[in-house]
């Protein structure tokens, strides 16, 4: 685990952050949420990020927070959602890091941001068409990218918490 950073990579409401938190607390390193930093960064919510700037802006911070992580620092990064359309941000992340896929379904994205409706690519009617739309148009990039695919659907916390500590814990 010393060697690498360890990335979370996934669909909105995959479990990103929790499962993030989770290994950060039994490792005991740092933990890094890229959308919480940019917030805390630009004094503002993601949401209102998109509303005053544009995604453009947004995704160019992203950017200049990924040049930060191609260095092998063993820490915990989940990471936004929309973090692989850009390729020089996971050429970053993966030079520093081992990443993990949190794969799901429209369905249960669905289920898991049912109260919640902070995200901007989200907002609106037929909520359902957009998260099958954006799934359907990234899956192969997430696929690409991946190191490890863990399927997050049928599994519960626990169990994916566990199954990505014990991958982790094989790394030499
Ligand atoms: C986005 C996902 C969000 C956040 C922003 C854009 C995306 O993060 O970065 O709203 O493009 O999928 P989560 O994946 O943590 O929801």
């Known amino acids: 685990m010393n ?3 360890i990335v979370l990579i996934g669909f909105m409401g995959s479990g990103k952050t929790t499962i993030g938190k ?21 004094g503002m919510k993601i949401s209102e990020i998109f509303q005053k ?3 453009e802006y947004f995704r160019e911070k992203e950017e200049e927070l990924c040049e930060r992580f191609s260095i092998k620092k ?8 929309g973090i692989i359309k850009n390729t020089k941000n996971m050429d970053n992340l993966k030079e520093g890091g081992k990443i993990f896929y949190l794969q799901t379904t429209a369905e249960k994205v669905i289920e898991n941001l049912k109260n919640d409706n902070t995200r901007p690519l989200l907002q609106g ?5 957009k998260v099958k739309a954006l799934l359907e148009e990234r899956t192969p990039l997430y696929e690409k990218y991946a190191d490890h695919t863990i399927n997050v659907c049928d599994s519960s916390l626990e169990y994916t918490v566990s199954l990505i500590e014990s991958i982790i814990d094989d790394f030499k």
């Open 22 to 42: 989770r290994l950060s607390l039994h490792y005991k390193k740092e933990f890094i949420d890229t959308d919480d930093f940019i917030e805390k960064k630009e």
């Open 125 to 129: 009617d037929n909520k359902y068409e």
């Open 53 to 55: 700037y544009g995604e």
């Open 74 to 81: 063993s820490k915990i990064i989940s990471t936004g959602g």
């Open 3 to 5: 060697k690498y950073n």
